[in-house]
Every structure is written in C-alpha cells, then in structure tokens.
Nanobody
C-alpha cells in the first residue's frame, strides 16, 4: 500500500530556512506529479509547489516563488521542499501529495489522490 510520510516540520524564526522531506513507499506506477500543499486552521488546503516526476519541471504558487524550491530523488523515492526566508504566513501544516495529472495543471486538491499525514511548520519572531 502506498504511503507518503512527511518529515522536517518544526518551529523556526522569521527569515530562517527549513527543508521538508517526504518518503514515498509502495508502487510508483502512474505517478506524473508530486507536490506540496499547506493548510492553516479554518482554511482550505492550498497548493504550494509541484514537480513533474519524469521531467523535473517545477511549478510554484506566486507567493512562494523565489523562496521555496521543490526537488526529488527518484532513486531514494523522496520529495523535498526547501523553504527560505520563512515568514509567519508560511505557518501551516504541509502535506506531501502525488497525482496522475500533469504537473502544469495539477494545482487543485482534487488533482491529487494520495496525501501524507502532514507536518507542522511554525514561523515566529
């Protein structure tokens, strides 16, 4: 059975950097896209970034563009999200996700059929 397990979330200060990791277990057939979403209490899950599993093309939400970097290691079956210059508004639970949709269109929660349990990132002064 496929599992996505996030790690790396913790409390940091404004301006700090943090890298989240996602370990993927199980069969990888049918993956086109891996990505990250985040969610704060009372709000819907928001797409943050995605990467094409085959071609490594990356896509970012405008508000994280230039600060966040998504990457992966296919051999290790791991996905990463490096976050630089963190701001209080980046505080959220971050979810690792996978999709059979192409990365350039997969920006909605409904495009993703597998979700991790989430890891909490808290940014404070």
């Amino acid at each position: 059975q496929e599992q996505l397990i996030e790690s790396g979330g913790r409390s940091v200060q404004i301006g700090d950097s943090l890298t989240l990791a996602c370990t993927i277990s199980g069969e990888l057939g049918g993956i086109w896209t891996m990505g990250w979403f985040r969610q704060t209490p009372g709000k819907e899950r928001m797409w943050v970034a995605s990467i094409s599993y085959r071609y490594d093309s990356t896509y970012y939400r405008d508000l994280v563009k230039g600060r966040f970097t998504i990457s992966k290691d296919n051999a290790k079956k791991q996905l990463y999200l490096r976050m630089d210059d963190l701001k209080p508004e980046d505080t959220a639970v971050y979810y690792c996700v996978r999709s059979s949709f192409s990365a350039h269109v997969a920006t909605m929660p409904g495009h993703y059929h597998s979700w991790g349990q989430g890891t909490q990132v808290t940014v404070s002064s």
